[in-house]
T-cell receptor
Framework: GEDVEQSLFLSVREGDSSVINCTYTDSSSTYLYWYKQEPGAGLQLLTYIFSNMDMKQDQRLTVLLNKKDKHLSLRIADTQTGDSAIYFCAETSSSNTGKLIFGQGTTLQVKP | NAGVTQTPKFQVLKTGQSMTLQCAQDMNHNSMYWYRQDPGMGLRLIYYSASEGTTDKGEVPNGYNVSRLNKREFSLRLESAAPSQTSVYFC??????????????FGAGTRLSVL
């Protein structure tokens, strides 16, 4: 079945780079996504990558996609305390109904 | 532009009580979704509506019902609340010009406690 896996927790120092990893099972996913959830709030789309791309860069964010290994990563350069949040990886469902399959979420803690 | 609006933001129920969570979107999206979020389990889909007039079960539909009242509104009803339904509930919508990308837009959530 469809499944998305993430590690649950990552702690970094302010100014360091953060790398959040995700593995997925559905090789037919068209898009893969990273969402950010700040405390007490809903999820906000951070970035997404089309499945025929290897990399996408957007300011401090770099998304790497390895389709062979079904591995997605999000790198945040120069991590700030404001980046502390839960980050969710998601893939499109193979059922083509618009559904997304979410990972468990990685809590990023940024220490000053 | 409000996006996705959920009401109420917080609710405490006693076991056996019923309630309806409301969700409305102003982005003219066709598809709407209800999720629950529990610690360490990510988001689990309860029900979704691919278009006005249709609803389908998601991963965890037991104990819930939904109504797609019109294109804007999608409500979630708990007929007889149980402590296992204590959770944070999120509504989301997708469609419009970004429909091919399946990007979902989320409300701020409803925090529900069932005692």
């Amino acid at each position: 079945g469809e499944d998305v896996e993430q590690s649950l927790f990552l702690s970094v120092r302010e100014g360091d780079s953060s790398v959040i990893n995700c593995t997925y099972t559905d090789s037919s996913s068209t898009y893969l996504y990273w969402y950010k959830q700040e405390p007490g709030a809903g999820l906000q789309l951070l970035t997404y990558i089309f499945s025929n791309m290897d990399m996408k860069q957007d300011q401090r964010l770099t998304v790497l996609l390895n389709k062979k290994d079904k591995h997605l990563s999000l790198r945040i350069a120069d991590t700030q305390t404001g980046d502390s949040a839960i980050y969710f990886c998601a893939e499109t469902s193979s059922s083509n109904t618009g559904k997304l399959i979410f990972g468990q979420g990685t809590t990023l803690q940024v220490k000053p | 532009n409000a996006g996705v609006t959920q009401t109420p933001k917080f609710q405490v129920l006693k076991t056996g009580q019923s309630m309806t969570l409301q969700c409305a979107q102003d982005m003219n999206h066709n598809s709407m979704y209800w999720y629950r979020q529990d610690p360490g389990m990510g988001l689990r889909l309860i029900y979704y509506s691919a278009s006005e007039g249709t609803t389908d079960k998601g991963e965890v539909p037991n104990g819930y019902n939904v109504s797609r009242l019109n294109k804007r509104e999608f409500s979630l009803r708990l007929e007889s609340a149980a402590p296992s339904q204590t959770s944070v509930y999120f509504c989301a919508s997708s469609g419009g010009r970004q429909w091919t990308k399946n990007i979902q837009y989320f409300g701020a959530g409803t925090r529900l406690s069932v005692l």
